[in-house]
């Protein structure tokens, strides 16, 4: 098994409510906290969440309250690859809000996690399509923040039918 494991400075418990609540067959599986011994190496309080099991849509995570010495950065991000538009916006609005839209269907949420939310269409555009549609998508994209399937889906029919 493969588990990442996400530093939080405190905000371990509330970043795995967020994302139980926004991803199907999702929960939350145990929660750990700091026992006295570990007060002085930690700097948190015994009894305190020290982390955080929980399981988005079959993925297991673990979320950990180490402190404020490691940030978040978009070297790493987790692909929610998307069936449709609905699904799209679904994350989109849910992952942003509190948080900050990039290019591209990238996103950082409210604790700073990375995440790109991306159409299942898009990557088949990009991986069956001619030179001139895998151009005519990759420009259409990348002038977007929020990826939008219609328009993608346009700028590959004509560059198909030119």
Not at 31 to 47: M, N, Q, R, V
Not at 96 to 104: I, L, V, W, Y
Not at 108 to 131: A, I
Request: hydrophobic share 40%; net charge negative.
């Amino acid at each position: 098994m493969l588990q990442p494991c996400l530093w939080f400075d405190d905000q371990a418990e509330d970043a795995a409510r967020l994302y139980t609540a926004i991803f199907p067959n999702s929960r939350i599986l145990s929660t750990t906290t700091y026992p006295e011994a570990a007060t002085e190496l930690s700097g948190k309080p015994a009894g305190s969440v020290q982390s955080v099991e929980f399981e988005l849509d079959g993925q297991r995570f673990l979320g950990l309250n180490g402190g404020p010495l490691f940030k978040f950065s978009e070297a790493i991000s987790f692909i929610i690859e998307c069936k449709d538009q609905q699904e799209v916006d679904h994350y989109w609005e849910r992952l942003t809000d509190g948080g900050e839209a990039s290019n591209c269907g990238w996103l950082k949420d409210r604790f700073g996690v990375s995440w790109q939310v991306v159409p299942v269409r898009l990557n088949q555009m990009l991986r069956e399509g001619t030179p001139a549609q895998v151009e005519a998508v990759t420009a259409a994209f990348l002038q977007m923040r929020k990826l939008e399937v219609a328009p993608l889906e346009e700028a590959y029919a004509r560059a198909g039918s030119a």
